[in-house]
């Protein structure tokens, strides 16, 4: 059992040593693992080379591969632009907890590193250890670990290398931005019932204007001039006139209305229309047509309706 512990400790203080120049972000604070980039003996890394990665142990000479210890854990809690420092735990064979922290000095390739801590088993004391180590950063893929110590079972040293897991997960593409949705085509304008005439100030040509577009064979086509040019002229109190009986006439809205007249709130008509009805002339006009009973006035309604 002690030489099983004292090896325990050896492999996971060394695997401390070599971790102190390697560590992962698991708790929100970034924390670099190993250099990358073009690394050799003797240079100088870059202080823009990203240090993020998993690092690990390929083998260990005369001591026990790290692997056999499970569950290691770091925990940085403090780094410098020259300092790493952070506490750690593992579990070894034998049920051996090991726990204790790691401080390594960033300088160029070769990186000094001491460890120290306790490892603890069932019915047995606590026993301590101490290890001292020099990192070596031999290239962007490899970290050489050359260590000695003490435990309270005895001297141990060995020589370590860590290399760059090939099979990380590769960091997740970012989530696209989404596709912005197209603008929605205004809608269409409706059309103007007035064919563009409604701003024409004389009366003549406002009604040839809109008697050109619609250019009326009878009295119902004849109405549909009549009712726009009431329309046009609504500002200024324009109507349509009822007529219930006679010639001429056309039902609309509710009512019956002469098909070539308009009407004003004083009772005023006007003749837009003249010689309306089949074979008629039904060409435009404006005439004053005198008065009427001012109860025959409706005031103007929107032609499409």
């Given at each position: 059992?002690?030489?099983?512990?004292?090896?325990?400790?050896?492999?996971?203080?060394?695997?401390?040593?070599?971790?102190?120049?390697?560590?992962?972000?698991?708790?929100?604070?970034?924390?670099?693992?190993?250099?990358?980039?073009?690394?050799?003996?003797?240079?100088?890394?870059?202080?823009?080379?990203?240090?993020?990665?998993?690092?690990?142990?390929?083998?260990?000479?005369a001591?026990?591969?790290?692997?056999s210890?499970?569950?290691l854990?770091?925990?940085v809690?403090?780094?410098?632009?020259?300092t790493?420092k952070?506490?750690?735990?593992?579990v070894?064979?034998?049920?051996?907890?090991?726990?204790g922290?790691?401080?390594?000095?960033?300088?160029g390739t070769?990186?000094?590193m001491?460890?120290?801590?306790?490892?603890?088993v069932a019915n047995?004391?606590?026993?301590?250890?101490?290890?001292a180590?020099?990192?070596?950063?031999?290239?962007?893929?490899?970290l050489?670990i050359?260590?000695?110590g003490k435990?309270?079972?005895?001297?141990v040293?060995?020589?370590e290398?860590?290399?760059?897991?090939?099979?990380?997960?590769?960091?997740?593409?970012?989530?696209?931005?989404?596709?912005?949705?197209?603008t929605?085509?205004?809608?269409?304008?409706?059309?103007?019932?007035?064919?563009?005439?409604?701003?024409?100030?004389?009366?003549?040509?406002?009604?040839?204007?809109?008697?050109s577009?619609?250019?009326?064979?009878?009295?119902?086509?004849?109405f549909?001039?009549?009712?726009?040019?009431?329309?046009?002229?609504?500002?200024?109190?324009a109507?349509?006139?009822?007529?219930t009986?006679?010639?001429?006439?056309?039902?609309?809205?509710?009512?019956?209305?002469?098909?070539?007249r308009?009407?004003?709130?004083?009772?005023?008509?006007?003749?837009?229309?003249?010689?309306?009805?089949?074979?008629?002339?039904?060409?435009?006009?404006?005439?004053?047509?005198?008065f009427?009973?001012?109860?025959?006035?409706?005031?103007?309604?929107?032609?499409s309706?």
């Amino acid at each position: 059992m002690m030489n099983t512990m004292t090896r325990s400790i050896a492999a996971a203080a060394a695997c401390v040593l070599a971790t102190a120049c390697g560590f992962e972000h698991t708790s929100g604070t970034a924390t670099p693992t190993a250099p990358s980039g073009n690394v050799s003996g003797g240079g100088t890394p870059s202080s823009s080379q990203s240090y993020l990665g998993t690092w690990a142990s390929q083998s260990l000479s005369a001591l026990p591969s790290v692997s056999s210890c499970s569950n290691l854990q770091w925990h940085v809690t403090n780094q410098t632009t020259t300092t790493l420092k952070g506490d750690f735990s593992a579990v070894c064979p034998g049920n051996i907890v090991i726990k204790g922290s790691a401080s390594g000095q960033l300088n160029g390739t070769i990186v000094p590193m001491l460890a120290d801590g306790t490892a603890t088993v069932a019915n047995l004391p606590a026993c301590t250890f101490s290890l001292a180590g020099t990192g070596t950063i031999e290239n962007s893929d490899t970290l050489r670990i050359d260590y000695t110590g003490k435990t309270c079972l005895g001297p141990v040293s060995g020589s370590e290398v860590l290399r760059r897991k090939s099979n990380d997960p590769p960091a997740p593409a970012p989530t696209p931005a989404p596709t912005p949705a197209p603008t929605p085509a205004p809608p269409p304008e409706p059309p103007d019932p007035l064919f563009g005439c409604g701003g024409i100030q004389d009366k003549n040509d406002l009604v040839a204007c809109i008697h050109s577009h619609i250019q009326p064979h009878d009295q119902y086509a004849a109405f549909e001039v009549t009712k726009r040019v009431a329309w046009a002229l609504r500002g200024e109190g324009a109507g349509l006139l009822i007529k219930t009986a006679g010639d001429n006439i056309v039902p609309w809205q509710g009512y019956v209305f002469s098909a070539g007249r308009i009407c004003y709130p004083d009772g005023h008509i006007f003749k837009v229309i003249s010689d309306v009805g089949p074979g008629g002339l039904n060409g435009p006009s404006w005439q004053d047509n005198g008065f009427v009973d001012r109860s025959l006035y409706v005031p103007a309604i929107d032609p499409s309706r």
